[in-house]
Each structure stands twice: as C-alpha cells, then as structure tokens.
Nanobody, 127 residues
C-alpha cells in the first residue's frame, strides 16, 4: 500500500507560480514512477506530467509543457510539480498518483496506469 498526500495548492492570481508537493509513505518510494493529474469541475481528469523512479525520465502534457516541471526527491519521498504562468483555466483539483512500476510506461497518461492516488489539492487561479 502507498499513501499519498498532496500540498501546496491555494488561490493565486494569473501569472503566478506554484509548487505542488506530494509525499508518499507505506512503500519504497523508488519502486514507483509518479504522475500528476488534475480535474476541473465538470471536466474529465487530465494527465499533466509523469516521472520515472530515478527522476531521469519525464513526460508532459501539451497543456503544461514549457511552463511546468515535475521532479522528485527520493530522500524525502516527495514528488513536486512546479507550475509557472498560471492561467484561470488551470483551476482544478490536482492529484498525484503512484504506479506499481519504476518506469513511466507507455500508458502514463491513463489514470488506470496508476494504482494509488492522493486526495488532491485545490488550485484556484483568478484573472
């Protein structure tokens, strides 16, 4: 079992930056590739970014590529998502997720590829 807890969300103005954190417990953190997703009201869950167990391999959705960075600190059992130049359309609940595998895999953009999820953290961006 893996327990995940996100933090770092809040209310910000357009153009601001945020760093979201997700701390894991209950399983060797380096056994899992990690991902970030978000879900806005009345919208489907959306993949944002993924990172392999070592942090050497990352992948991003087009919607956040170039203004977001996923990283991890295995000594702290934590994965991060830094988001810059936030827009009102970034308003959503942000979730981190853990895979039962060390590699990102081919279906990293699908929620079914992840076995564990955090409760989410709300990000609200005002114009």
């Amino acid at each position: 079992q893996v327990q995940l807890v996100e933090s770092g969300g809040g209310m910000v103005q357009a153009g601001a930056s945020l760093i979201l954190s997700c701390t894991a417990s209950g399983r060797t953190f380096t056994s899992s590739a990690m991902g970030w997703f978000r879900q806005a009201p009345e919208k489907e869950r959306e993949f944002l970014a993924a990172i392999n167990w070592s942090g050497e391999s990352t992948v991003y959705a087009d919607s956040v590529k170039g203004r977001s960075t996923i990283s991890r600190d295995n000594a702290k059992n934590t994965v991060y998502l830094q988001m810059n130049s936030l827009k009102p359309e970034d308003t959503a609940v942000y979730y981190c997720a853990a895979r039962n595998a060390r590699l990102i895999g081919n279906y990293y953009y699908q929620g079914d590829s992840y076995g564990y999820w955090g409760p989410g953290t709300q990000v609200t961006v005002s114009s």
